[in-house]
């Protein structure tokens, strides 16, 4: 299973709210995988790896910019900045579905400033989100 997936999970008890239930943590030592709504999915913020810049790279200094992490998706407003060679970058608005390996892009307007492999991502509240009991899935 992995984090998003709706597909194959065989869930035997409906969510209280009738809508889907999608994968949203998976504890890789037990197996135990937990499952949420789609809202569990929107990634906030993001870092990424051996950054590619186009010009004068960004520094320690927030600065806004565009994100763009899907190639014909719309960039949404972000503040990024590097930190220990990483770029960090703070979506304004969420994006959903995200994983490690795909690329960020940031924008200034419609210039290009640079890019990143995407090695981690925060989800809404990580740190606060506590997960219920495992759903038993089936397949």
Known sequence: MTIGQRRGLNLKTPAEDGKPRYVVNVD?????VFVGSPELLDVYRII???P???GPPLTA????????VRAHAEPVRAVAF???SNMHVSLIEPVRGLA?????VIYQDTRV??????VATDRVNPENYVFS???PVGG
């Open 133 to 135: 009991d495992p759903v």
């Open 113 to 118: 400033i640079g890019s990143a492999t995407i």
């Open 28 to 32: 890789r030592d037990s197996g135990d």
């Open 52 to 54: 590619i810049w186009a």
């Open 100 to 104: 490690p390996g795909q690329a960020v």
């Open 61 to 68: 200094a927030p600065q806004e910019v565009l994100a763009q």
């Open 48 to 50: 990424g790896i051996d």
């Open 82 to 84: 590097v930190q220990d």
